[in-house]
DNA sequence: CTGAAAGCGCTTACAG
DNA sequence: CTGAAAGCGCTTACAG
């Protein structure tokens, strides 16, 4: 004998209706806790949904209201980078806890290839989902357009550097933090103090460079190496300033897994840390206590920065126009400087 | 002046019909590619989808389908272990990009909390999606029984402890591969081989250490210890080893993230990695390879484990039996034995 | 090959 | 406070 599942129909808002004696409006009413129902039908209509064991139908509702209970979450970044970065881990896991709290749900779009990209500008222009949340350091991006273009609400991390105050965004104060991180660097009695800033075509990148140059004025090129926030790439930039500048004796680094890098050429070159080169990073995520020394960063605010994202969502739901927000940051001391 | 977005109505398949001089059923025809249609009708819609800017209303399509083209994917672990394990993100977004080729939509649900289950549960059994794909070790968890009895499809990460054949799974050999390791500790001459186990409430947990006493057979009380994967009770597990079993020259780690944990404890004990004391992880995560030294790991195929869990799933919304699926791990030799 | 019509399962003014 | 009815935007047999 096979039990054939596909059988057995789900119970509908008629059936509900049915077993409690009354109408389909009035079902709905109690469900949606619209309007009046007396106190005997709502009982009555609880009890008959318990019997039946009726779950509405998420599309039905969807149709009839025009409002999915979904966002969409878009990451636009290249594979590879994607999970590697833990911030946007955390960002994913964030975002999905405040939506949760509204009893939203979050589909998670990843939006490498242009491909993708086509696919998730389709997905959003459906009408599957009420708003959207966009992560993407990259800004030359042409998602902010795409999404924003489908009139969807949509709120994006970090700062757009292309745009203006129609879009909506929520960010750390990456240049304050940079200048905290710098300030240290000073008062602990660095001298030749070099920089591996981040890409210049994210807001993060400049940001936290034009931090640094807040503290310092202008100063030599050779003090200065980019990195694109990976791993290897903090490697290959310590390096290289290494090369340039011999005399560094402190280097603040845009990210924290570039900083992670940036340790081991200081350790393969012989440099101790702190002693030699005091290093700072930037983001305070989990690969920053388990460096070797544990880094000394700047914080992220990462779950305030989330909330702030889904709430700006919703209340663009709801008709409110957008807005940009900044958040503060602070300095994490441990033992790299 | 204020530009009114939510007044603009999104064009229907109405108008598409209007524009193109057809009715909504061959305009529909065309879209789903379904039935036949004459060549000229099929230009003449497409042109008016492009002229209108048409796209299908998802929840429309979905009442009328009965299909949403959406999965569940269904974390279930307590949150603050959630992200800490690349595992999980390498997971999901393999899955991510792996539906995406079918044009179906990840919907990320966190369950860690009883009221989280309570939402998932209630969520799943709306329709909103055709399947789900649960990730979770602690098989303890009722959040199996909980989904299957909503009927959907359903396929799980791991082996399930208690379940027979009715549920489908994909899962690495984890006993084979921890035979792999043990085989290798023994084969670089080692002789006091430890291990520390995963928790034994988990498939993975349960398997690794059974690998390890097939090859050992049965061992001392006070070779073994037990973590929870987490990079601190590694450390902790380590440190009770090396007290009850001083003259160890091995230990095989049940995760690379507690294999992370003991290397610190071995080396605050001072102990020399691999000439005193050899040590072999599990997974090849990311981790693994910024370990010092670098780890000798168990590769497990997560991106295979993924295509086959997605594969598995459509398999299932189409129609088919749930299935079980056992993949092969490898040995990853690097410095650490 | 195409149109008219019923139906998917809800919500929400509108009367009463 | 409640019911009847229209409507949300699609798909899909059914005739022709």
Redesign the interface.
């Known amino acids: 004998m096979v039990e054939d599942?596909?059988t057995?129909r789900?119970p509908t808002i008629n059936d509900v209706a049915e077993v409690s004696g009354l109408s389909r409006g009035t079902v709905s009413r109690v469900l949606t806790g619209e309007g009046y129902v007396s106190k005997e039908s709502r009982t009555a209509v609880l009890k008959a949904v318990r019997t039946t064991g009726y779950?509405?139908?998420?599309?039905?509702r969807?149709?009839a209201t025009q409002r999915?209970h979904?966002v969409a979450?878009v990451l636009s970044e290249p594979?590879h980078r994607?999970?590697?970065d833990?911030n946007f881990?955390?960002l994913?896991?964030e975002c999905?806890?405040a939506l949760?709290a509204h009893?939203i749900?979050?589909?998670?779009?990843?939006a490498g290839s242009e491909a993708?990209r086509k696919?998730v500008g389709?997905?959003v222009?459906?009408?599957?989902v009420d708003g959207a949340l966009l992560v993407s350091d990259h800004t030359g991006s042409s998602l902010v357009d795409e999404l924003s273009a489908t009139?969807i609400p949509l709120v994006v991390c970090g700062r757009p550097l292309e745009h203006g105050q129609d879009i909506a965004y929520v960010a750390a104060d990456d240049r304050d933090g940079a200048r905290r991180m710098v300030h240290h660097l000073r008062e602990i009695g660095r001298e030749h103090i070099t920089t591996i800033a981040g890409p210049q075509d994210t807001s993060g990148g400049v940001e936290r460079l034009e931090g640094f140059h807040d503290v310092l004025g202008s100063v030599d090129e050779n003090r200065i190496a980019v990195g694109d926030y990976s791993?290897q790439s903090g490697e290959r930039a310590m390096r290289q300033l290494l090369e340039r500048s011999p005399d560094l004796d402190a280097v603040f680094v845009a990210s924290d897994l570039m900083a992670?890098g940036a340790l081991e050429a200081l350790h393969r070159a012989g440099r101790r840390v702190p002693e030699d080169v005091a290093v700072g990073g930037f983001d305070d995520s989990?690969v920053a206590e388990?460096c070797?020394p544990p880094l000394t960063t700047v914080r992220q605010p990462w779950s305030r920065i989330s909330k702030e994202m889904v709430r700006l969502l919703l209340d663009m739901i709801d008709?409110d126009t957008p807005a940009g927000m900044i958040l503060p940051t602070a300095l994490v001391r441990r033992k790299s400087t």
């Not at 779950?55 to 039905?60: D, F, G, P, T, Y």
């Not at 749900?105 to 990843?110: D, E």
């Open positions: 599942r596909s057995q789900r779950v509405a139908n998420r599309h039905a969807g149709l999915s979904t979450f594979q994607l999970f590697e833990p881990s955390i994913l896991r999905t806890q949760a009893d749900m979050l589909v998670l779009t990843i993708d696919r389709r997905f222009s459906e009408g599957g009139g791993h992670a989990s388990r070797v008709g």
